[in-house]
């Protein structure tokens, strides 16, 4: 089944302690984002990555990282969270970057 | 910087009723545009989507209009049904990066 894939669902965490959240692909797309969703806010991009060991800053990438070394795969981590990076976030795929997004199920990150 | 703007935030319509959703954008590069469903607790799932050459596309009960002289897009539903209830996005693609920006969100609630 084609599908994007994130890992964990669900997290609780407190300031300060480094995380990933992994985002994999098996539709063999080139282009991957991620996305935060806030109340009122609707989606907001963090980063994006047009194809393997290329990445681009997003629309609020301040206290995030990525890296796309397999194409597959684009996980987002961060180094230092803080409460304010609390939200739901998504991964999404598509086959060249003004294609189809395929969106994941969403992590839901609280921050302490 | 570009924006795009999503109107109303929230529509209430009895089924059977059509439920009209306008966007704008402000970066005359943009030369993408798709709609987004969201449903409650799930990622969002592409609807429709526009190219800058067409001025109307239809798909069954959904059709999306694009005025690139006024800058401006709007997704119609028609004969909506309970099952339409979701939140629905309008994106624009970025001229000048690899990027959509994303309006932010409009909960249709579709009444039986």
């Known amino acids: 089944e084609a599908q994007v894939t994130q890992n964990p669902r669900y997290l609780i965490t407190v300031t300060g302690k480094k995380l990933t959240v992994t985002c994999s692909q098996n539709?063999?797309?080139?282009?991957m984002s991620w996305y935060r969703q806030d109340p009122g806010l609707g989606l907001r991009q963090i980063y994006y990555s047009m194809n393997v060991e290329v990445t681009d800053k997003g629309d609020v990438p301040e206290g995030y990282k990525v890296s796309r070394k397999e194409k597959r795969n684009f996980p987002l981590i961060l180094e230092s969270p803080s409460p304010n990076q609390t939200s739901l976030y998504f991964c999404?795929?598509?086959?060249?970057?003004?294609?189809?997004?395929?969106f994941g199920p969403g992590t839901r990150l609280t921050v302490l | 910087g570009e924006n795009v703007e999503q109107h109303p935030s929230t529509l209430s319509v009895q089924e059977g009723d059509s439920a009209v959703i306008k966007c704008t954008y402000s970066d005359s590069a943009s030369n993408y545009f798709p709609w987004y469903k969201q449903e409650l607790g799930k990622g969002p799932q592409l609807i429709i989507d526009?190219?800058?050459?067409?001025g109307e596309k239809k798909d069954q009960r959904i059709a999306v209009t694009l005025n690139k002289t006024a800058k401006h897009f709007s997704l119609h539903i028609t004969e909506t049904q309970p099952e339409d209830s979701a939140v629905y996005f309008c994106a624009a693609s970025r001229g000048s990066q690899g990027n959509l920006i994303f309006g932010k969100g409009t909960k249709l609630s579709v009444k039986p």
């Open positions: 526009i190219r800058s050459n067409v």
């Open positions: 539709m063999n797309h080139e282009y």
């Open positions: 999404a795929s598509s086959a060249r970057r003004y294609n189809e997004q395929f």
